[in-house]
């Protein structure tokens, strides 16, 4: 599977974004997905993931209420809609899917994208 972030960009505090991961390669439909971001200087941290049939989602605290993770499986793309933005969702955001493994443990999944940079200004 080979996966392609885009959406990132520079918005204001409050602000909203909309995160796409495209995927290709094999049948996207079969793997789980899952964001994740990594800060300068910080450690890659968990953001929220989708179960392949999209029937079931987790979200780190951090972002519960704020960040919504969905899925088109006709168009090989998984969504990350942010909301609400704060400076400290400043990162590279990076999706990531794996056909059997999910949740927030970043080792669970086997393919990643190039991850996709948002500047949130306060």
């Known amino acids: 599977v080979q996966l392609q972030a885009s959406g990132g960009g520079l918005v204001q505090a409050g602000g909203s974004l909309r995160l796409s991961c495209a995927a290709s390669g094999r049948t996207f439909r079969n793997y789980n997905a899952g964001w994740f971001r990594q800060a300068p200087g910080k450690e890659r941290q968990f953001v929220a993931s989708i179960r392949w049939s999209g029937g079931s989602t987790y979200y780190a605290d951090s972002v519960k209420g704020r960040f919504t993770i969905s899925r088109d499986n006709t168009k090989n793309t998984v969504y990350l809609q942010m909301n609400s933005l704060k400076p400290e969702d400043t990162a590279v955001y990076y999706c990531?899917?794996?056909?059997?493994?999910?949740?927030?443990?970043?080792?669970?999944?086997?393919?990643w994208g190039q991850g996709t940079l948002v500047t949130v200004s306060s």
């Open positions: 990531a899917a794996d056909a059997a493994g999910w949740g927030r443990v970043w080792n669970n999944y086997a393919y």
